[in-house]
C-alpha cells in the first residue's frame, strides 16, 4: 500500500519532489517506491521527460484506481478507531468559505470539547469539489448548497407553494451575535444600516421526507441531511436606489462561483435580461469591496454576508430565491460514531444559528 501511496502522491502533486515533500519521504524512497512497482505490475508507470517525470497512461490508470482504493481503506481505518468510543479517530469536514465564516466554528469548537482524542480537519472547498473529495474517501462530511427553485425566462421568482416557513427580510437591523462575538465586531454589527440576513429553517419538502432529518436522496450516491436555507440579497452600493434585478440591469456585474453565476444568470434572465458581468471572483470579501467601490452590483447568499458585512454595501433581499444548505454523506448507513457525532454538532450549530436570527427579528 505504501507503493500505492507514493504512486498516487506523484498524480496528485506533479513531481516526485513534491510527492516526497508532501509524505514527508526522502526524493530517493520515492523513485525506490515507483521503480519496485514498475517491476511488480510489470507496467512502465512514469516516464522521465527532461529533468521530471511524468505518468504514462498505465500509470494513471493505476493511480486513479489506487486513491479509491486507499481512500477506502482510510475510511476503514477511521471508523475501527471510531468503535473504540470515540477517544480515538479522525474525520474530516469540507466546507464552503460562508459556511466556515458562520456556524461551523462553533459546531467544530464543541465537537473538539465533547471528542478532545479525535482529530477533526477542516478545508474549504466549494460543492463540485467537496463532492470528488467524499467519493474518493479524502473527507467524512461535505457542507453543500443548492440554489432552489431558480426562475426561468419570463418568470419572477417566488416562494414554493405551500412552504411553511417564507423567507422573508428580517425588520430589524441588529444582527445575532456569533457565539463568542468581540466588543469591537459587536459595535460594527449594530452600526450596520440596512437588514442583516438570516437563514430560515428547512423547507417544507425537507421536512416531510419520511425521516425528517434526511432530504429525499438523489442519484449521485450522497445521503444529504437539511442544515438551514438561507435568503439571497441583492447587494448593491449603499447609496445606489434600486431594490429589483431590473434596476440594475444597465450596471456591471459581479459573479461568483459557477453555481452561483449560474443562479445569478438564470434570475436575471428571467427579469428579461442578461447582464454584463465584469469580475468574477469566489472571495466574498472582494466581491463587497469591489460593490463597495462602486464597481458593479452582485447576489450574496445571507450566510456570506454573516460571514463578513461591508459596511458601505447596501442588501436586499429578492423575494423567492433561496439557497439550501445541507450536510453530505458517501455511503450506506449507518455512519460512523465519529461521522454520526460530527453530523449532529453541524446540525445542532447550525439550528442555534437559525434561532438566534429568529429571535432578533
Not at 470539547?113 to 473527507?139: F, K, S, W
Amino acid at each position: 500500500m505504501t507503493r500505492l501511496r507514493v504512486l498516487v502522491a506523484v498524480a496528485r502533486h506533479g513531481s516526485v519532489t513534491a510527492a516526497a515533500r508532501a509524505l514527508r519521504y526522502a526524493q530517493p524512497s520515492v523513485s525506490h517506491h515507483l521503480a519496485r512497482l514498475e517491476a511488480e505490475t510489470g507496467s512502465q508507470l512514469v516516464q522521465r521527460v527532461g529533468r521530471g517525470i511524468r505518468l504514462t497512461e498505465a500509470g494513471l490508470v493505476l493511480a486513479e484506481r489506487a486513491e479509491e482504493i486507499l481512500g477506502r481503506l482510510d475510511a476503514a481505518e477511521a471508523e475501527l478507531a471510531a468503535y473504540t468510543g470515540l477517544r480515538a479517530g479522525r474525520v474530516r469536514l469540507v466546507a464552503f468559505p460562508s459556511a466556515l465564516g458562520t456556524f461551523v466554528p462553533a459546531a467544530a469548537a464543541a465537537f473538539a470539547a465533547d471528542h478532545p482524542g479525535v482529530e477533526l480537519r477542516l478545508t474549504e472547498a466549494e460543492p463540485p469539489d467537496a463532492i470528488r473529495l467524499l467519493r474518493a474517501g479524502e473527507a467524512d462530511v461535505a457542507l453543500l448548497f443548492a440554489y432552489r427553485d431558480l426562475p426561468t425566462r419570463g418568470e419572477h421568482p417566488k416562494a414554493s407553494p405551500g412552504d411553511r416557513t417564507p423567507v422573508t427580510p428580517a425588520p430589524t437591523p441588529t444582527p445575532a451575535p456569533a457565539p463568542t462575538p468581540s466588543a469591537s465586531a459587536s459595535a460594527t454589527a449594530a452600526s450596520a444600516t440596512a437588514t442583516l440576513p438570516w437563514p430560515t429553517r428547512p423547507t417544507r419538502d425537507e421536512r416531510l421526507s419520511p425521516d425528517p432529518t434526511w432530504i429525499e436522496p438523489e442519484d449521485d450516491g450522497l445521503r444529504r441531511m437539511a442544515l438551514l436555507t438561507e435568503s439571497i440579497y441583492l447587494v448593491t452600493p449603499a447609496g445606489l436606489a434600486g431594490d429589483r434585478l431590473t434596476d440594475h440591469r444597465a450596471r456591471r456585474w459581479i459573479a461568483g462561483c459557477e453555481r452561483c453565476r449560474t443562479a445569478l444568470l438564470s434570475s436575471c434572465a428571467a427579469a428579461g435580461f442578461n447582464p454584463d458581468i465584469a469580475f468574477t471572483t469566489d472571495d466574498y470579501l472582494a466581491v463587497q469591496a469591489l460593490v463597495a467601490a462602486g464597481l458593479g452590483v452582485t447576489t450574496l447568499p445571507g450566510l456570506a454576508l454573516q460571514a463578513h458585512r461591508h459596511p458601505d454595501v447596501r442588501a436586499t433581499p429578492l423575494p423567492g430565491l433561496t439557497r439550501a444548505v445541507s450536510a453530505a454523506v458517501h455511503g450506506e448507513p449507518p455512519d460512523p460514531p465519529v461521522t454520526a457525532a460530527l453530523l449532529a454538532h453541524l446540525k445542532a450549530a447550525a439550528a442555534t444559528w437559525t434561532s438566534s436570527a429568529t429571535a432578533k427579528d
